[in-house]
């Protein structure tokens, strides 16, 4: 059985910084691309940051500078250093691992940015 378990989300205050987890389980995971995505009520999910298998990281213009995403294949872990946080990035933030037509999600973290 396949499972992803973010972790990490809170209430922090403009400026401020994060760190989430994602712990996968029941993959192969060092063959797998990797992504954190991001939704607000009434608006579709969008990509936050990805990773492939080979560890070629790419951004959305709105986080780049300021998010850095990871992965640990000996913890089967992916990772999103969240830095000097916004109000605009409050979200739901989920992680997702993909290959070829295989695509898994996890259950998502809140993360609040308000003063």
């Known amino acids: 059985q396949v499972q992803l378990v973010e972790s990490g989300g809170g209430l922090v205050q403009p400026g401020e910084s994060l760190r989430l987890s994602c712990a996968a389980s029941?993959?192969?995971?060092?063959?797998?691309?990797l992504g954190w995505y991001r939704q607000t009520p009434g608006k579709q999910r969008e990509l936050v940051a990805a990773i492939t298998s080979g560890g070629t990281a790419n951004y959305a213009d709105s986080v780049k500078g300021r998010f850095t995403i990871s992965r640990d294949n000996v913890k089967n872990t992916v990772y999103l250093q969240m830095n000097s946080l916004k109000p605009e990035d409050t979200a739901v933030y989920y992680c997702n691992a993909n290959r070829t037509n295989l695509r898994f999600w996890g259950q998502g973290t809140q993360v609040t940015v308000s003063s």
């Open positions: 029941g993959i192969i995971f060092r063959l797998y691309a």
